[in-house]
């Protein structure tokens, strides 16, 4: 592809061209996936070993009691593979009885954590180098300690703010009474610990051994259900990909339990709204994409949800051409709606991405969901507990409903796109909701409007939130703005760099002879490469 440069927005950096490259979401974390193709690694050991830098050097959005999803091409063909934890088998619907909505933080937002699983199956499918290899850069930042990045340290004072009193918080996370500055040196001999006994284990110690019993005991004794049984089940899914053609391309989302659906079908709704013939970023084409986004949430939060429970309406159903098509047509261009869903069977993340140059591509994310999770912390260990129990719904034969032993609704999704049967660009979105809506901005812009990466993601973004309200970058024309107000859309506009709500995103995408990468400002993202 010819890349047009004519769209010209605010960024900090150019595109990275190189024959392997790693894009993440903090310096530090890029410098240990290219440590490992430099010792002779593939794009999988990269990116494991900077998601597990993650957990070190951006713990606001990741941690080792993260869940994780992964889409990777290797010598001819697409996998995918959940590893997204399930709830305690004490997590009946009775247990929240009390609850007029599902708690957010604490120990009833904790379900079993995946990401220490997607290590171990990714590395022991795909990987090159030894196991406990991967983990040497952590380990060296939790023990030598690293200086936290700028973007990391306001949103480390935002997260302590709320969640200083959760039981294993502040001991870990505050350990002078206060979170460290931007340059701060901070130093974490727990995580360390932990992940050594993670490397040695190959992760038996995380669901079976010592750590787990030191999780389920911490649970007991704050009156939580997750216990050792619920830990030694759990299991990850190489649960292949679905897709959607849009631009010449196909994009691959890992299917639900995840919100990747989402982004599947607004493209397929855009496909029928002549998009493709309207100028990027003019009113007629963002108000098309924010209509597209809502119709497809609407339906996404009314059935996605564990497979296993989307009995009624299954994801083949909700990407029918036919169906979309007829979501389309709702559609008016000079006025803003309020979607329901439809009826389609009748009639705080971290994201990397990587590539190498014998072709193996990686589009990878974990995450903690909302800032720091639950709150949750396992004294001494490192292991802060995500709160993707929060995913779940209350309402009564919602097939997302809590239950035991059951994956909740999950915003953490890779992205992937093919091109002629051949990969093309591995990427993903930090964010919660902004995850599927900028999975779609991104395959506007380069598959429509012929964007580099770095470009796509330094361009201003936009992010559906309830109803007619829609949160747009400052960085938008006061002109196209004032359009989109006249025909409806309620707009909250927000600095990128202030409440962080349009999330970071990392691309790597291939080109005759490497890659060119793409990392977002956003985040204090890095793409490098060699």
Same mark, same amino acid.
């Given at each position: ?6 769209a ?18 903090q310096?530090?974390?890029t ?42 091409w290797?010598?001819?063909?697409l ?12 997590w ?8 007029? *909505?599902f708690?957010?933080?604490?120990? @009833? ?5 995946g ?5 171990? !199956? ?7 180098l ?39 918080f502040?001991? &870990? ?7 460290p *500055?931007a340059?701060? +040196? ?13 490397? !040695? ?25 997750l @216990? ?11 649960c ?10 196909? $994009?691959?989302?890992i299917?639900?339990?995840g ?7 607004? $493209?397929?709704?855009l ?6 013939? $309207?100028?990027a ?11 597209a986004?809502k ?5 996404v939060?009314?059935?996605?949800? @564990? ?10 159903? $909700? ?5 979309l ?6 559609i ?10 439809? *009826? ?35 004294p ?38 093919m ?23 991104v +395959?506007?812009?380069?598959q ?6 770095? &470009?796509a993601?330094?361009a ?10 829609? *949160? ?8 196209? +703005?004032?359009?989109? !107000?006249?025909?409806?859309h ?41």
């Open positions: 592809m010819q890349y047009r440069h004519d010209i927005y605010a960024s900090r950096r150019s595109p990275v061209f190189a024959r392997n490259l790693v894009a993440t979401s310096p530090l974390a410098q240990a996936g290219l440590r490992m193709l430099h010792q002779g690694g593939n794009a999988l050991d990269a990116a494991l070993a900077a998601a597990i830098a993650l957990t070190v050097v951006e713990p606001t959005g990741n941690g080792i009691g993260s869940d994780a999803f992964c889409i990777l290797h010598e001819g063909q996998h995918g593979l959940n590893a997204s934890g399930r709830s305690p088998a004490g009946t619907p009775e247990r929240f009885a009390q609850h007029s *909505a708690p957010h933080r604490g120990w @009833d937002t904790v379900t079993v954590p990401a220490v699983s997607a290590w171990v !199956e990714l590395s022991r499918r795909f990987g090159r030894p196991f406990a290899r991967l983990f040497e850069p952590a380990i060296g930042y939790a023990e030598e300690g690293f200086l936290v990045s700028p973007v990391i340290a306001e949103l480390w004072r935002r997260g302590a703010a709320e969640l200083k009193t959760q039981p294993g502040a001991a &870990t996370f505050m350990p002078d009474g206060r979170t *500055a340059g701060e +040196l901070f130093r974490a001999p727990g995580h360390a610990r932990t992940l050594r006994l993670i490397a !040695e284990t190959r992760g038996e110690a995380f669901y079976r051994g010592e750590l787990a019993h030191r999780i389920a005991d911490f649970a007991r004794q704050h009156g939580a259900a @216990d050792e049984s619920d830990l030694a089940e759990h299991s990850t899914d190489w292949g990909t679905i897709r959607q053609d849009f631009g010449g391309a196909s $994009l691959h989302e299917p639900p339990n919100q990747g659906i989402a982004a599947l079908m607004a $493209l397929g709704i496909r029928s709204t002549g998009l493709a013939d $309207l100028p970023d003019s009113p007629d084409a963002l108000h098309l994409q924010i209509e986004m119709l497809a949430f609407a339906d939060y009314a059935y996605a949800a @564990d497979l296993r429970y989307m009995t009624k309406v299954t994801h083949d159903h $909700l990407l029918d051409p036919a169906y098509a007829s979501r389309a047509a709702l008016d261009r000079r006025r803003a709606q309020v979607f329901g869903h439809g *009826a389609p069977n009748e009639g705080g993340t971290v994201c990397l991405a990587t590539g190498d140059a014998d072709g193996m591509m990686v589009s990878y994310i974990q995450s903690n969901y909302s800032g720091f999770g639950s709150g949750v912390v396992v001494e260990t490192g292991i802060s507990l995500q709160n993707r129990g929060y995913g779940f719904t209350l309402a009564e034969g919602h097939p997302n409903q809590v239950g035991p032993r059951k994956r909740p609704f999950n915003t953490i999704i890779p992205g992937f796109v091109q002629d049967g051949a990969p093309l660009m591995a990427f993903g979105f930090m964010g919660g909701p902004i995850q599927a809506q900028g999975h779609v901005q +395959l506007v812009r380069t429509l409007w012929g964007q580099d990466p770095q &470009t993601v330094d201003p973004r936009w992010r559906h939130v309830a109803g007619l309200q829609v *949160a747009v970058e400052t960085a938008f024309p006061a002109a196209v +703005l004032g359009e989109l !107000e006249a025909r409806g309620e707009l909250v506009r927000e600095p990128p760099d202030s409440a962080f709500g349009f999330g970071g995103a990392q691309l790597v995408r291939r080109i005759d002879g490497g890659y060119v990468g793409g990392s977002d400002p956003r985040k204090d993202g890095h793409a490098g490469g060699f």
